[in-house]
């Protein structure tokens, strides 16, 4: 079983910048992969980042450029670090990450971006 536990969520004006942390119970060297989901208010959840254990990296196209999903190995942490916050980025941010055979989602992290 793995817990994971966003955090970093908030307001921010447009053009701010935010780091989001996802908590993880086990090693972060464990998952095959960790991804960045985003579901905006009467929207369907929708995927922003792939981060593949390898090393490997891939973004929505509406983030490319702004966002950067990362790892912390020691503190065992996926993240997202992004900038250039517009408006439409409103939405609560889960992660997601392949531990064997099995997924697990976080509960979400509140991020609004005022105009």
């Known amino acids: 079983q793995v817990q994971l536990v966003e955090s970093g969520g908030g307001l921010v004006q447009a053009g701010g910048s935010l780091r989001l942390s996802c908590a993880a119970s086990?090693?972060?060297?464990?998952?095959?992969?960790m991804e960045w989901y985003r579901q905006a208010p009467g929207k369907q959840r929708e995927w922003i980042a792939f981060l593949h254990s390898g090393g490997d990296t891939n973004y929505d196209g509406s983030v490319k450029g702004r966002f950067t999903i990362s790892r912390d190995n020691a503190k065992n942490t996926v993240n997202l670090q992004m900038n250039s916050l517009k408006p439409e980025d409103t939405a609560v941010y889960y992660c997601r990450v392949l531990y064997g055979i099995d997924e697990y989602w976080g509960q979400g992290t509140q991020v609004t971006v005022s105009s």
């Open positions: 086990v090693s972060v060297l464990s998952f095959a992969t």
